[in-house]
């Protein structure tokens, strides 16, 4: 699929922030006054320029509160609804740090589990798509789980344990990788069931459906050289795994924090490219690019 750099931004930065109000609604880190200012500032900073690039996305921007209205049958509409409600529950725990060095663990623990929540409802946005083989999988969801509470743990400081998530992340991203190479041929889909005329005999294409471009091939048919791929996926892993993780296992220091901190963001923004620009849309075989 097309990666929309909309879309990779939302992914990565929603999720950052997210990730960095789980930990900080459930009390892991309990900063008060500047301190708790400036993390929960970051934290819904983070996941307010997620959501905005998101809905920029949308074909109609000005109509994505109505994205939210569908959340018995969509996950897009979930994942709105549970983001918004996580930023309204965590506000009370939020400024009673910031304001008066009281946090509010109810109202924390409650956002924590719901801005959870909002980082598998966008998983699941993508690993509930069918024609998409390679996300729909079990192993789509703990890329973006691990990422998202990974980049939280380095944000809220907490950095044995992000050095763990890290090791389990680089772990889930190859599985992922692995299962996700095998999806397409097990999905068992080619140019006859694209057409729909694969009960008559063995189906190929003597010319593309159109001679112009559309939607589809503009959206949904995205080709990756193997060799890039395989570039892409190491220095995703690299970048957004293994080195924050050996990094983080050094004396604490603001430099190497940060440092991790921005190869993770750089080797997150590389797997997430990836993932959209991997992903093998069964409307391909329709127009012969599989």
Known sequence: ???????????VLSGLGFGLLVWLGVGLRAPTGLAAFILFGLGYGLAGVGLIAAAFHLGHPERALKAMTQWRTSWLSREAVLAAAALIIMAPHAAGSVFR????????????????????ATAMIYAQIRAVPRWHHWSTPPVFVLAALAGGAVLAAQLTLAAWLMAGLGLAMALHWREGDRRLAASRSDVGTATGLGGLGQVRL???????????????????GRKHAVKLRLIALGLGAVLPAALLLLPAGY????????????????????????????????????
């Open 1 to 11: 699929m097309h990666p929309a750099p909309s879309l990779i931004l939302f992914t």
């Open 206 to 224: 003597l010319e593309p459906p159109h001679s112009g471009r559309n939607y589809l091939l503009r959206e949904m048919v995205h080709v990756v």
């Open 101 to 120: 060095a009281t946090p509010l663990p109810v109202f924390g623990a409650l956002g924590a589990a719901l801005a959870l929540a909002t980082i598998i």
């Open 255 to 290: 430099a190497i924090i940060a440092f991790a901190l921005s190869a993770h963001l750089a080797g997150m923004l590389a797997q997430r490219w990836l993932f959209f620009a991997e992903a093998e849309h069964v409307v391909g075989f329709y127009y012969g690019k599989r």
